[in-house]
Nanobody, 122 residues
Framework: QAVLEESGGGLVQTGGSLRLSCAGS????????VGWFRQAPGKDREFVAA????????RYADSVKGRFTVSRDRAKNTVYLQMNALKPEDAALYYC???????????????WGPGTQVSVSS
């Protein structure tokens, strides 16, 4: 089992930065891959970034490469998403999820947090 909760969302201006945190608990979390997804109004939930359980392998959606960085602090049971050079199209509800393998696909993740809102002013 795993329980995840996101934090760090808020309102930033275009070009600004924000760091999201995903705090995990439960036996499944330390060995789980963690993915970040986002969903804007009227759009499907889309993959953003993922990190494996060791924190050494990462992957990113093309839309965020070079701007976002996912990292993992295993000692703190926390995964971070550093977002730089934010654009209005980055505005969405951001979710973190834990699963058995690092993947871009939603169905590969078993456990999900409730989400944290990111707003970007234009």
């Amino acid at each position: 089992q795993a329980v995840l909760e996101e934090s760090g969302g808020g309102l930033v201006q275009t070009g600004g930065s924000l760091r999201l945190s995903c705090a995990g608990s439960g036996r499944a979390f330390p060995l789980a891959a963690v993915g970040w997804f986002r969903q804007a109004p009227g759009k499907d939930r889309e993959f953003v970034a993922a990190v494996d359980y060791t924190g050494t392998a990462t992957r990113y959606a093309d839309s965020v490469k070079g701007r976002f960085t996912v990292s993992r602090d295993r000692a703190k049971n926390t995964v971070y998403l550093q977002m730089n050079a934010l654009k209005p199209e980055d505005a969405a509800l951001y979710y973190c999820a834990a699963g058995g393998r690092s993947s871009t696909l939603r169905h590969e993740y078993e456990y999900w947090g409730p989400g944290t809102q990111v707003s970007v002013s234009s």
